[in-house]
T-cell receptor
């Protein structure tokens, strides 16, 4: 059974600081996703990471993937209040098979950025 | 594109009643997923379809839950009879096969069973 674990689950940051959210998964995966969810809202796709060593950046967020360690990180640079949200990582298996697209999610990291 | 469209956005029903949630995937997407989100269990996949065919329904909690996809542009998730523990946010998502594909989520239906 595929398990996905994030840490920390709660993160309180000051504006301007840097921090990293970690996502570990238990079995070999084809791809890893990061999503953002604002309170009461849907999930917004942030990044899709497809291969070992993949790194993607958008604004103050940067995501990376180490498939050998089964680890992805989401790094936040110089946090601002607008980044306050819940961040989920999700993993799929067997891109070539019928389970393609079947996402298993981590627990989510609730990020709060304080002035 | 309007994205994945779900209806209703909110549903309050009494225990024992039938509830039907609806989803219209993004045009051209051939995979559709139903997820449930609760505080206790997080995001769980209930069922997913490829080309309108149910592929994996192992996440459907009980026989009270059923899902259909009669065509490429419409899916329903039905709960009959509903129970208070079914209260959750139900998300529908769709995706297209491909290298860089990702699942796009609807706005969700917040279901409250009293």
């Amino acid at each position: 059974e595929l398990k996905v674990e994030q840490n920390p689950l709660f993160l309180s940051m000051q504006e301007g600081k840097n921090y990293t959210i970690y996502c570990n998964y238990s079995t070999t995966s084809d791809r890893l996703y990061w999503y953002r969810q604002d309170p009461g809202k849907s999930l917004e796709s942030l990044f899709v990471l497809l291969s070992n060593g993949a790194v993607k950046q958008e604004g103050r967020l940067m995501a990376s993937l180490d498939t050998k360690a089964r680890l992805s990180t989401l790094h936040i640079t110089a946090a601002v209040h607008d980044l306050s949200a819940t961040y989920f990582c999700a993993v799929t298996l067997n891109a070539g098979g019928t389970s393609y697209g079947k996402l298993t999610f981590g627990q989510g990291t609730i990020l709060t950025v304080h002035p | 594109d309007a994205g994945v469209i779900q209806s209703p956005r909110h549903e309050v029903t009494e225990m024992g009643q039938e509830v039907t949630l609806r989803c219209k995937p993004i045009s051209g997407h051939n995979s559709l997923f139903w997820y449930r989100q609760t505080m206790m269990r997080g995001l769980e996949l209930l069922i997913y379809f490829n080309n309108n065919v149910p592929i994996d329904d192992s996440g459907m909690p009980e026989d009270r839950f059923s899902a259909k996809m009669p065509n490429a542009s419409f899916s329903t998730l039905k709960i009959q009879p509903s129970e208070p523990r079914d209260s959750a946010v139900y998300f529908c998502a769709s995706s297209r096969r491909g290298v860089n594909t990702e699942a796009f989520f609807g706005q969700g239906t917040r279901l409250t069973v009293v």
